[in-house]
T-cell receptor, first 113, second 106 residues
Framework: EAQVTQNPRYLITVTGKKLTVTCSQNMNHEYMSWYRQDPGLGLRQIYYSMNVEVTDKGDVPEGYKVSRKEKRNFPLILESPSPNQTSLYFC????????????FGQGTRLTVV | LAKTTQPISMDSYEGQEVNITCSHNNIATNDYITWYQQFPSQGPRFIIQGYKTKVTNEVASLFIPADRKSSTLSLPRVSLSDTAVYYCLVGVKLIFGTGTRLQVFP
């Protein structure tokens, strides 16, 4: 089954404690992307990756890092989380070379206290 | 990047047809138009995709005029479960606009 898997689904952490949210896809997609969604707002892109070892900033990259060492994985790293990073995070993947639909993860609800 | 503009919200009643129009004036020649549906606290899910003219699947139709500067998502006979936010995306970089919040009333 084609899917994008995010872990964890829920996370409560304290300010300044480094954390990683994992994202994995099983469709051999070149393109992967991270978003945050806050109440009443749409999905804002944090970082995206066009392929292995190719990443670029989205609209709201401050406070986040990503890596793309393998095609299937695209972890989101918060080196020093702050309360303003409390949000709902989504990972997505798609095959831009085939113009097919994008698949989204189930979301990670992060709370930073 | 092609920016999209949609109405912020729409209301409808069960059984009616709903048409949501999206404007994308700067669409590139190679860009496809894709619509997604999102329920609260869930990831968006694919509804329909098209390049030109009309595309129809089991849940919706997508109308794209010849100049491709806009597109219209048509949902036939909506039900309460169609209450959601609908996003129009253009191109491969999955840039989301504000979306259209559709509320279906009984």
């Amino acid at each position: 089954e084609a899917q994008v898997t995010q872990n964890p689904r829920y996370l409560i952490t304290v300010t300044g404690k480094k954390l990683t949210v994992t994202c994995s896809q099983n469709m051999n997609h070149e393109y992967m992307s991270w978003y945050r969604q806050d109440p009443g707002l749409g999905l804002r892109q944090i970082y995206y990756s066009m392929n292995v070892e190719v990443t670029d900033k989205g609209d709201v990259p401050e406070g986040y890092k990503v890596s793309r060492k393998e095609k299937r994985n695209f972890p989101l790293i918060l080196e020093s989380p702050s309360p303003n990073q409390t949000s709902l995070y989504f990972c997505a993947s798609s095959s831009y070379s085939e113009n097919t639909e994008a698949f989204f993860g189930q979301g990670t609800r992060l709370t930073v206290v | 990047l092609a920016k999209t503009t949609q109405p912020i919200s729409m209301d409808s009643y069960e059984g009616q047809e709903v048409n949501i129009t999206c404007s994308h004036n700067n669409i590139a020649t190679n860009d496809y138009i894709t619509w997604y549906q999102q329920f609260p606290s869930q990831g968006p899910r694919f509804i329909i995709q098209g390049y030109k003219t009309k595309v129809t699947n089991e849940v919706a139709s997508l109308f794209i005029p010849a100049d491709r500067k806009s597109s219209t998502l048509s949902l036939p006979r909506v039900s309460l479960s169609d209450t959601a936010v609908y996003y129009c995306l253009v191109g491969v970089k999955l840039i989301f606009g504000t979306g259209t919040r559709l509320q279906v009333f009984p």
